[in-house]
Structure formats: C-alpha cells, structure tokens
C-alpha cells in the first residue's frame, strides 16, 4: 500500500474510535469534563476530516500527473476529465 493508504486508513481508525467514544457520551451522564471531552472530540474530527481530504486531493494531483507523464511518454495528448 502507499504511504498516504496508509495514512489513510489510520485516520479512519481514529474516527472509528472517536465515534465509539461519542456513542458512549450519548448514553452517558453529561458531567462537565465528559462535554469538554466530547468538544475536543470533535475538534480532532474536524481536523482529521481537513487531513483526509488534503490526502484525497494529493494522491488525485499524483494519478493526474502520472497520466500526463505516460501521455508524453507514449507521444498522446494528455485526456481531461472537461465533458
């Protein structure tokens, strides 16, 4: 796998747990500490969310220079996705 699959997966790992932890909260008693936690929660959700579309647009950048690369290579225009 690449390095940002990899990367990839381990961020989904981490909302997987956050959710779990969310679940938990929804069914809990609501004390101060378990709202901060809950808001922190979904800070670091917010921010893994910002990483994995960053990682999304990177490796989109990387297949379409990678086409334009083998288009060259082979004497080929390069196609565009424009309908």
Do not use: C, F, W
């Not at 990367?7 to 981490?14: F, G, H, P, S």
């Not at 990678?66 to 060259?72: D, G, N, Y």
């Amino acid at each position: 796998m690449s390095v940002s699959s990899d990367k990839m997966l381990e961020l989904l790992q981490q909302i997987s747990v956050l959710k779990d932890l969310d679940d938990e909260y929804r069914a809990g008693v609501k004390t101060n500490g378990a709202k901060e936690e809950a808001r922190e929660r979904a800070k670091k959700r917010r921010q893994i969310s910002d990483e994995m579309k960053e990682l999304g647009s990177s490796a989109r950048h990387e297949v379409r220079s990678e086409r334009e690369r083998r288009s060259v290579k082979s004497g080929k225009a390069p196609q565009t996705s424009e309908g």
